[in-house]
């Protein structure tokens, strides 16, 4: 099975402070997202990498970075969070696009309180 | 540009009856269809996906959805509820990169 993990299903972070979401997939998948969750707005794409130290922007990038230094690792950074960063973050991994049926697999997801 | 619309913010069905739960489609060119699950807490997980040939695709825990390329339709479909089915669904479509576009998400509530 696919297995795709990140750091901490929890966290409270206070506005300012510089915050780091790690994701590991165990797949050897090429692409790997981050996603942002919030009610009435479903999923929107914030980063996304398709190869080691490759990124691209997704659809709501600002505020954000990302680090992929290894292929099984991808990192969200918040550079100095705030309030309104206050959301369910998703990670996901998929193969390479060859095949453009492949799913994407999904981490459990970080909840993340800005205070 | 690709996009879905999943026009019920939730569906509420008895145990027992059957669900349907509405997506509906932009895309230029061949769609690539997903439907994923979320539970309480929980990412999401894939149930199914349409990428080409019969328009009935079956997946995971006894889902089903129906293509319709007239229609730009691919709802989702049970014939007999679970309380257990309740939970947070998408719909999605893969644009010309890798990338998936969600729709906003339908809450299904199945009471017994």
């Known amino acids: 099975d696919v297995k795709v993990t990140q750091s901490s299903r929890y966290l409270v972070k206070r506005t300012g402070e510089k915050v780091f979401l790690e994701c590991v997939q165990d797949?050897?998948?090429?692409?790997m997202f981050w996603y942002r969750q919030d009610p009435g707005l479903g999923l929107r794409l914030i980063y996304f990498?398709?190869?080691?130290?490759?990124?691209e922007k997704g659809d709501i990038p600002e505020g954000y970075s990302v680090s992929r230094e290894k292929k099984e690792r991808f990192s969200l950074i918040l550079e100095s969070a705030s309030t309104n960063q206050t959301s369910m973050y998703l990670c996901?991994?998929?193969?390479?696009?060859?095949?453009?049926?492949?799913?994407?697999?999904f981490g459990p997801g970080t909840r993340l309180t800005v205070l | 540009a690709q996009s879905v619309a999943q026009p019920e913010d939730q569906v509420n069905v008895a145990e027992g009856n059957p669900l349907t739960v509405k997506c509906t489609y932009s895309?230029?060119?061949?769609?690539?269809l997903f439907w994923y699950v979320q539970y309480p807490n929980r990412g999401l997980q894939f149930l199914l996906k349409?990428?080409?040939?019969?328009?009935l695709v079956k997946g995971s825990y006894g889902f089903e959805a129906e293509f319709n390329k007239s229609q730009t339709s691919f709802h989702l479909k049970k014939p007999s509820a679970l309380v257990s089915d309740s939970a947070l669904y998408f719909c999605?479509?893969?644009?010309?990169?890798?990338?998936?576009?969600f729709g906003t998400g339908t809450r299904l509530q199945v009471f017994p």
């Open positions: 996901a991994s998929s193969p390479s696009g060859r095949s453009r049926g492949n799913e994407q697999f």
């Open positions: 797949m050897d998948h090429e692409n």
């Open positions: 990498s398709y190869d080691v130290k490759m990124k």
């Open positions: 895309v230029s060119g061949n769609p690539y």
């Open positions: 349409y990428i080409t040939g019969d328009n």
């Open positions: 999605a479509v893969r644009d010309y990169t890798d990338k998936l576009i």
